[in-house]
């Protein structure tokens, strides 16, 4: 799969801008702040319905506009498919698919995308939410109805949550509260939905993710990766917290979990609704769920926030992405999914600049931005553009790899 054209309309920093891209490597270089991720923010959002950047899409609409379009011509063989976003300030984003209006959720279907960039050390290094966030886009592009039932559960949640803030406004005891209960079971049913298949997901990156990590740091340091569930917690942790998701005791292999029958799912998940209700009406907030999950990543036994470097870090984080492209191009019928670098290669070192390079040029679409574009090794070099400030040239001495 690749992009063909790209057409952006008051996208960021874009007003209006078409964009002829080729297979294989695509380099896009210009100082910072000139609109080179923003290009391929604009790719990525027909994958993941959202922004690597920022949590909410008003961003990405230019100032002054109530909404941006974005449009992109997909080809896979002799194959074309049409996209098309806009993407409101305000209010749910439309959608169409060679012309024809769809729901959002669907875009999915037809665009598969693995960005790595700066912030995906923050998967590894981050809170909780960076993994979750990580593992449910992966989930809705090798399933897009996942989008669907990631959205259902959580409205349940907020209208969960909702009323138990209300109740513990009023006094109320969990006695009073019966529709608690019909919450409860909607909650239950996505929430076992979404945690089987997140750990199924974690199972099928184990064996991508350590191949990955051997080629990207030269070394075997046994990656792993574990969902902790918060029902499966002692009853007095309930932080949102890494660390609080970590097990006491360092696992030695490498084997991962099975996943759970829904039955045993659905049964754990009650129970621990029913032993937590009180510290929920006094809090007023849901302590128990896949919302409250953590992807726990471990190299050398030891897990990686808090006690990896720097380099094994980013190696981890390179790493769950390759997987993640290699997951997708076993998945799809429409090729390899596209691959883009922003603006990653500044951050690593020599070593894992060219071999990051190596790992990701086989692909048939790579798409890279650098603010230098000596920082981009020469195998990924065959197709530069220049970026100034919203504009996009093609230099005479375009770089040729």
Do not use: C
Not at 49 to 76: K, N, T
Not at 128 to 149: H, K
Not at 198 to 222: F, K, N, T
């Amino acid at each position: 799969m690749i992009v063909e054209h790209l057409s952006l309309a008051d996208f960021r920093n874009y007003a209006a801008v078409d964009l002829a891209l080729r297979a294989g490597p695509n380099v896009f270089v210009g100082k910072n702040g000139q609109g080179k991720t923003n290009l391929v923010e604009a790719i990525a959002f027909f994958a993941t319905l959202g922004s690597h950047r920022v949590s909410s899409d008003a961003p990405m609409v230019r100032d002054g506009a109530e909404y941006a379009i974005v449009r992109a011509r997909l080809a896979h063989g002799e194959r074309r498919v049409q996209l098309e976003a806009q993407v409101n300030r305000q209010g749910s984003n439309k959608a169409r698919v060679n012309g024809a209006p769809v729901r959002t959720a669907e875009l999915p279907r037809y665009a598969q995308v693995v960005l790595f960039a700066p912030e995906d050390l923050q998967i590894v290094r981050g809170d909780p939410s960076a993994r979750r966030r990580f593992a449910d886009q992966l989930l809705v592009q090798r399933a897009p109805r996942m989008a669907g039932v990631l959205a259902d559960y959580d409205r349940v949640l907020k209208q969960r949550t909702a009323l138990l803030k209300s109740a513990r406004a009023r006094g109320l005891k969990g006695e009073a509260l019966s529709t608690l209960d019909v919450w409860d079971d909607k909650l239950v049913a996505l929430g076992t939905e979404i945690i089987r298949a997140r750990i199924a997901l974690a199972a099928d990156l184990a064996p991508p993710v350590a191949a990955a990590y051997r080629a990207i740091a030269g070394e075997d340091h046994r990656p792993e990766l574990e969902w902790a569930l918060s029902f499966s917690r002692d009853a007095d942790t309930d932080a949102d917290d890494a660390d609080a998701a970590v097990p006491k005791e360092s696992r030695t292999d490498a084997a991962p979990a099975a996943v759970p029958p829904a039955p045993e799912v659905i049964a754990q998940f009650r129970a621990a609704l029913a032993a937590r209700r009180s510290a929920e009406l006094d809090r007023g907030i849901t302590l128990v769920g896949p919302h409250r999950d953590d992807l726990v990543l471990r190299v050398r036994g030891l897990p990686v926030k808090g006690y990896a470097s720097h380099g094994e870090s980013w190696s981890v984080a390179l790493s769950l992405r390759l997987a993640s492209a290699e997951l997708l191009r076993a998945d799809s019928q429409l090729g390899d999914p596209i691959v883009i670098l922003d603006d990653v290669f500044a951050e690593l070192d020599s070593g894992r600049r060219g071999r990051l390079a190596e790992l990701t040029s086989g692909f048939e679409q790579v798409i890279v931005t650098a603010a230098v574009g000596a920082d981009v090794p020469g195998a990924l070099r065959a197709h530069t553009l220049r970026v100034e400030a919203g504009a996009i040239i093609e230099p005479e001495g375009a770089e040729h790899g």
